[in-house]
């Protein structure tokens, strides 16, 4: 209790700008980018302006009341309800910007982004204030263009599978065999985990690996991918039916914002660790004990290749944030996320997983996930007291069961292809879903007691 009261007493509530970046997961300004071109975004004011998004495509005739954010350098949107539409992306996927020619009185923007995609935004405001957003953009483009990034976004892109997934040079995997034979052709092309080659956790036909690639390439190719992408209804809908996994490790980094970090923030992680060779530290000690502790079912971490690619994302971390270093868990997510993408990927969500997601999880007091064991506990004897009563009166205090719940993601608590399907979700709908698992209940809001059914709960398509 004196470790949660002192994290309370030290709490200082986040501003309306700490909340909205958090809410569209973006990343700070970028640590490489020079002192002009920080205090040229600086310069650019933030805006936000109501207006109603529609997709430039025949069929697709919905459109979404909400707000467009301007908070250089990226643009967002988000529907009046919070969680129907939104988008973040950076102003240098922005390929052309243009007025369309709509009837009096209607001021629309037209948006074509990097991938070929076509937004249409209605600014509803009034005239002067449309006017004044525009203007804004208009500088902040100017600004993108002359540092030089609209041309870095070609080299990105390539990481990424999507690209390979949309271009139709993808491979769709009928079983594990062939799925490891087409990854030693094509894992060069684009970043990936190490189930590239240690095969990923789960039957590919049970998980219907080849549905759920189809209905991903369908979305991807309407609304976006990678920095582009469009958060629309679907897009939750096909977290929650389960990420293939190919696609896994990118969702992970574009839903979590993770990729804006390392879009920005090119050849870091390699720089860190060239910078800190053979450096020695507490946190760097206790790594190499938990090493060999980490996932040691999976056979990537049977190998050196496995074990090395962990030691390099777990060091580089804590060379980059001294105060905090290497906790407890840590090595548990950095396992987890490493089957799906690579080394770099990894660093970069393992940053946005402890400083934003999960603050105070792996901090050494680890006063935010003790508090939200409080939390927990407070739930359940209010909503399910028979349990709640069962622990007192064996005497069981139930943060001891839950707590590692909660640090390892349940990653350590169920099969791992089950505690896949709960990260999906957690990096799609936010911490949350932590409470949602351990509480567990149904989509009409009724808890679910029977462990069966909830385990193999499904979502429709």
Not at 55 to 61: A, D, N, S, T
Not at 71 to 88: E, G, I, N
Not at 215 to 228: S, V
Not at 375 to 380: A, D, H, K, N, Y
Request: proline letters at 4%.
């Amino acid at each position: 209790m004196s470790t949660i009261s002192t994290a309370l007493r030290d709490f200082k509530e986040p501003t309306k700008e700490q909340i909205t970046q958090n809410f569209f997961s973006l990343a700070s300004l970028p640590a490489a980018i020079g002192k002009d071109a920080r205090e040229a975004d600086d310069e650019v004011e933030k805006m936000d302006i109501n207006a109603v998004l529609s997709l430039g495509v025949e069929g697709e005739e919905d459109s979404y009341a909400g707000k467009l954010y301007l908070m250089a350098p990226y643009l967002a949107f988000s529907s009046l309800d919070k969680k129907s539409v939104r988008f973040t992306i950076p102003l240098s996927t922005i390929r052309r910007v243009e007025r369309l020619n709509a009837r009096a009185g209607i001021y629309a923007l037209s948006l074509a982004l990097w991938h070929g995609g076509k937004i249409i935004v209605q600014l509803t405001s009034l005239r002067p204030t449309a006017d004044l957003f525009c203007a804004l953009l208009r500088d902040a483009l100017k600004i993108e263009l002359q540092r030089g990034r609209m041309k870095s976004v070609k080299g990105f892109v390539k990481t990424c599978y999507s690209e390979v997934l949309v271009s139709g040079s993808a491979f769709t995997p009928s079983d594990e065999k062939d799925e490891h034979t087409a990854s030693e052709a094509s894992e060069s092309s684009y970043h990936g985990g190490l189930g590239l080659r240690f095969k990923f956790p789960g039957d590919p036909k049970k998980l219907r690996e080849a549905s759920k690639i189809k209905l991903w390439m369908t979305y991807l190719k309407t609304h976006g991918r990678n920095l582009t992408l469009l958060r629309y209804p679907q897009c939750t809908r096909l977290v929650q039916v389960g990420l293939p996994n190919r696609l896994r490790g990118e969702m992970w980094e574009t839903l979590s914002g993770s990729i804006f970090l390392r879009y920005s923030n090119p050849g870091l992680y390699e720089q860190l660790l060239e910078q800190n060779t053979g450096r020695t530290t507490t946190s760097t000690e206790d790594i190499e004990k938990d090493l060999h502790r980490s996932l040691p079912e999976y056979a990537g971490y049977q190998s050196e290749e496995g074990i090395s690619a962990l030691r390099r994302v777990l060091q580089a971390y804590s060379f980059k944030n001294p105060e905090l270093g290497y906790c407890q868990a840590m090595n548990i997510l950095a396992a987890a996320i490493l089957i799906y993408m690579s080394e770099e990927q990894a660093f970069w969500l393992l940053e946005v997983l402890c400083d934003r997601l999960l603050p105070g999880y792996y901090a050494p007091s680890m006063h935010g996930t003790l508090l939200d064991q409080r939390v927990f506990e407070s739930l359940v004897q209010r909503c399910l007291p028979i349990i709640h009563d069962h622990f007192q009166a064996v005497d069981v205090q139930l943060s001891v069961a839950s707590l590692p719940w909660f640090l390892s993601l349940y990653i350590n608590s169920m099969p791992m292809i089950f505690a896949f399907r709960i990260v999906d979700c957690f990096f799609c709908m936010g911490p949350k879903v932590l409470f949602q698992v351990g509480y567990p209940q149904d989509q009409w809001g009724k808890t679910i007691t029977d462990t069966r059914r909830w385990r193999f709960l499904e979502f429709d398509a």
